[in-house]
């Protein structure tokens, strides 16, 4: 996509907006002028009282403009850069929905947490409907979308008000390694026979790291509350493998203090008695069984490599493990479904009755597979139809929306919500997408996102993150001077930045 900005406004938030009405597209210096490639002119000008935004936008020979005005009297309580955006955002809005003929349903909240807005205006004493009505009238948000990211935020805070998040924290134990890459996921895992090969002495580095990030975390006097052992697809590795893995774990922490103790299983094929026994044995309280579809015809399109009936087995084996929660998840708007066949998936998964429901909607990472394939986005009107029968039947069977989340280039523009009964919330979940408390992450691609919040209700909390390696063999190859530090290149080690941010977030 060509795209032109004049003006003090973010390009990067003017290419969100513009990813409303064309997912998927490029921006960048190579792009070309065509009928087929997207253009957009977009100037924001600020006068004594507020700011005023046009947009033209261009495509297959038409063109649409609009213009977007606000005041600062308008939002008294609103900094300048809220106001710039929302000018910008309306002009871009009307031009796109013109030119589209299509209103995206959360208007012009382009971040990745919608509920966080929310939270912010009903911690801002506006109450639950005059919240509503801000992000109705504000954002463009659908009536029905802002009443979700509303009771999203409204359950956060039933969770979390009087929850310690200062003197808590939470691990995250990346193992990156899939049976099979999926078609629509950019994941950094490991499928092929060569990386899974590197899966051992991946664990023999990483059961360093995990020794070094829980001690730094016993010097910051901090209470683990969760831990989260995700990838990639951990349940890939052997009986013996995962056995040894919450060993180590369990020689650091006492797991039966933890809130919550979480193993992503994830692919049904993946999932044996053998493996379940030895979670529970070694304090695992939540897992995922995860078909996305219920269709086999589906899952071979997608490139899973397990069946529908594979999926039942996994999860009765699940159920009768006595692991307390399980999650399943679902995907509305894959390339091929309908919406019958997906009413029918959640239908069915209704009737399994886990404890955890998380409905993802259709999203293509850049590097993809399946993004090669032409009309991967033509069953939006389809997704929006599936998304809101997965709210409604979940409600009627007694599940809350706890945890919501966007990603970019998903069909519809539609969201991620996880579904829970009451006192089985993923807390981990509510931990991370919020921003709520410190993740303490190791292995590769992992990422630790440091956060000093006092309390829930503390909206000004300050983040850091440190990533690490993305690739299994980087990480192994890199893994020492990340722990250590490299004092060749003066880089402090991933324990040294993270004690540095706490001693000035402390003061």
């Excluded at 463009?140 to 802002?146: E, L, M, Y």
Aim: some cysteine; glycine content about 8%; hydrophobic content about 35%.
């Amino acid at each position: 996509m060509i795209l032109n900005v004049q003006g003090d406004i973010s390009v990067f938030y003017v290419q969100t907006l513009c990813l409303l009405f064309f997912p998927g597209s490029k921006f960048g210096t190579g792009e070309q002028p065509s009928p087929d490639n997207p253009e957009a002119d977009v100037t924001l000008v600020e006068g004594e009282d507020g700011f005023f935004a046009t947009a033209e936008l261009r495509y297959k020979g038409k063109s649409k403009r609009a213009e977007g005005r606000i005041s600062r009297a308008d939002i008294p309580d609103a900094s300048d850069e809220r106001l710039a955006k929302i000018a910008v955002g309306r002009a871009v809005f009307a031009a796109g929905k013109d030119l589209r003929g299509y209103t995206p349903p959360w208007g012009i909240l382009t971040g990745v947490r919608p509920s966080k807005v929310a939270s912010e205006l009903i911690m801002t004493d506006n109450g639950i409907l005059r919240s509503k009505r801000i992000l109705r009238d504000e954002y463009f948000v659908n009536p029905k979308k802002a009443a979700l990211a509303v009771s999203v935020a409204s359950g956060e805070y039933r969770l979390m008000k009087s929850y310690p998040l200062r003197d808590t924290c939470s691990i995250y134990i990346s193992v990156p390694f899939c049976p099979s890459r999926c078609a629509y996921c950019s994941f950094v895992s490991g499928s092929s026979g060569k990386l899974l090969s590197l899966i051992p002495e991946y664990l023999k580095i990483l059961f360093l790291d995990i020794d070094h990030m829980f001690a730094t975390v016993r010097r910051l006097g901090l209470r683990i509350a969760t831990v989260y052992i995700g990838g990639g697809t951990p349940t890939v590795l052997s009986p013996a493998q995962l056995r040894t893995l919450l060993s180590r774990v369990g020689k650091n922490v006492d797991v039966s203090t933890l809130d919550e103790f979480t193993l992503e299983a994830g692919r049904p094929d993946t999932i044996t008695a053998e493996k379940l026994a030895v979670a529970l044995d070694g304090g695992v309280t939540r897992i995922s069984v995860n078909p996305q579809t219920l269709s086999d015809e589906l899952l071979a399109a997608i490139g899973r490599r397990h069946t529908v009936a594979d999926f039942y087995h996994a999860y009765e084996l699940a159920q009768a493990s006595g692991i307390r929660d399980i999650n399943v998840d679902l995907i509305a708007g894959l390339p091929g479904d309908n919406f019958d066949n997906f009413a029918n998936s959640v239908d069915t998964i209704l009737s399994c009755a886990p404890t955890n429901i998380t409905v993802h909607s259709f999203s293509v990472k850049n590097a993809a597979d399946i993004r090669r394939r032409d009309g991967i986005y033509s069953s939006a009107s389809d997704a929006g139809k599936c998304v809101e029968y997965s709210q409604l039947r979940t409600k009627n069977a007694g599940y809350r929306p706890y945890y919501m989340y966007r990603q970019k280039n998903t069909v519809g523009n539609l969201e991620n919500v996880g579904y829970a009964r009451e006192g089985h919330e993923g807390l981990y979940n509510v931990f991370m997408m919020e921003e709520l408390h410190s993740i303490f992450a190791v292995g590769a691609a992992a990422v630790t996102k440091l956060v000093m919040r006092n309390s829930y209700a503390d909206t000004k909390s300050e983040i850091k993150r440190i990533f690490t390696p993305k690739y299994p063999y980087e990480y192994l190859r890199d893994a020492e001077k990340i722990r250590l530090g490299d004092r060749e290149t003066n880089t402090p080690s991933i324990a040294e930045k993270i004690e540095a941010f706490y001693e000035k977030a402390r003061g």
